[in-house]
């Protein structure tokens, strides 16, 4: 039976993903040195936010995410002795939270994925994107109705609470990555531009991640990295 919790809109912690992975990863476990960047959460319970779109309010977003349970990764953000974005994972279990990491979804995976990472150039992409990584989730959301979303959300569904991050092509040096309808559709990449994706409330943005991100992550998580789908501009 699932258990219900009062829903507390807040951001405890958000992680920025990062792209400097070495093409080889060293897996580690709930009680890797503190000064690794990334951790492997084993077998835990955990929210996968990699293809879900949001709703923004009061410039906070909250994304509509898939509840999975595995290996995933994400920055560890080790913070006292011993304590990271595993540990704060697990103790979620009967705390009324879960913590958003990152595993690769099947959906954008060749050739039987009916979505797949559109790029949003560096150079011109003006848009506001949804960081999960580290975001924050709780559990009093699943299966009910959430504002900004049309439909109540399925016991295998979670709303965590987002960082954004808007584009600004005048210092990018490269662009980012959200997640799409496969085969490629051109007029998707309007979420690309600030006239459709903002912080303003009310909008709806998709969760993103510098370009790379995606494909180093999977790399060091699983060691290889499957064709993906891509859309390019």
Do not use: H
């Given at each position: 039976?699932?258990?219900?919790?009062?829903?507390?809109?807040?951001?405890?912690?958000?992680?920025?993903?990062?792209?400097?992975?070495g093409n080889?990863?060293?897996?580690?476990?709930?009680?890797?040195?503190?000064?690794?960047?990334?951790?492997?959460?084993?077998?835990?319970?955990?929210?996968?936010?990699?293809?879900?779109?949001?709703?923004?309010?009061?410039?906070?977003?909250?994304?509509?995410?898939?509840?999975?349970?595995?290996?995933s990764?994400?920055?560890?953000?080790?913070?006292?002795?011993?304590?990271?974005?595993?540990?704060?994972?697990?103790?979620?279990?009967?705390?009324?939270?879960m913590?958003?990491?990152?595993?690769?979804?099947?959906?954008?995976?060749?050739?039987?994925?009916?979505?797949?990472?559109?790029t949003?150039?560096?150079?011109?992409?003006?848009?506001?994107?949804?960081?999960?990584?580290?975001?924050?989730?709780?559990?009093?959301?699943?299966?009910?109705?959430?504002?900004?979303?049309?439909?109540?959300?399925?016991?295998?569904?979670?709303?965590c609470?987002?960082?954004i991050?808007?584009?600004?092509?005048?210092?990018?040096?490269?662009?980012?990555?959200?997640?799409?309808?496969?085969?490629?559709?051109?007029?998707?990449?309007?979420?690309?531009?600030?006239?459709?994706?903002?912080?303003?409330?009310?909008?709806?943005?998709?969760?993103?991640?510098?370009?790379?991100?995606?494909?180093?992550?999977?790399?060091?998580?699983?060691?290889?990295?499957?064709?993906?789908?891509?859309?390019l501009?």
């Amino acid at each position: 039976m699932k258990n219900k919790w009062i829903f507390a809109p807040i951001i405890i912690a958000a992680f920025v993903l990062m792209i400097a992975i070495g093409n080889t990863a060293q897996a580690a476990n709930i009680s890797a040195k503190s000064s690794s960047k990334f951790i492997i959460c084993s077998g835990q319970t955990y929210a996968l936010c990699a293809t879900a779109s949001c709703f923004v309010m009061d410039g906070v977003s909250y994304c509509s995410c898939n509840i999975e349970n595995g290996d995933s990764i994400s920055l560890a953000d080790s913070f006292d002795n011993g304590q990271n974005v595993c540990t704060v994972n697990a103790q979620g279990v009967s705390n009324g939270y879960m913590v958003s990491t990152y595993s690769l979804p099947d959906s954008v995976v060749a050739p039987n994925g009916d979505q797949a990472l559109y790029t949003c150039p560096g150079q011109s992409s003006t848009g506001a994107y949804a960081q999960c990584d580290g975001g924050l989730c709780f559990a009093s959301t699943e299966g009910v109705t959430f504002p900004g979303f049309s439909q109540p959300l399925s016991d295998s569904q979670i709303i965590c609470s987002c960082p954004i991050t808007v584009a600004n092509p005048s210092t990018a040096t490269l662009g980012y990555q959200i997640v799409g309808p496969y085969p490629c559709q051109k007029s998707f990449f309007k979420n690309c531009s600030r006239l459709v994706a903002n912080k303003k409330t009310g909008s709806q943005i998709y969760v993103g991640a510098p370009t790379g991100t995606p494909k180093a992550l999977t790399r060091a998580l699983y060691g290889s990295v499957p064709k993906i789908n891509q859309c390019l501009p």
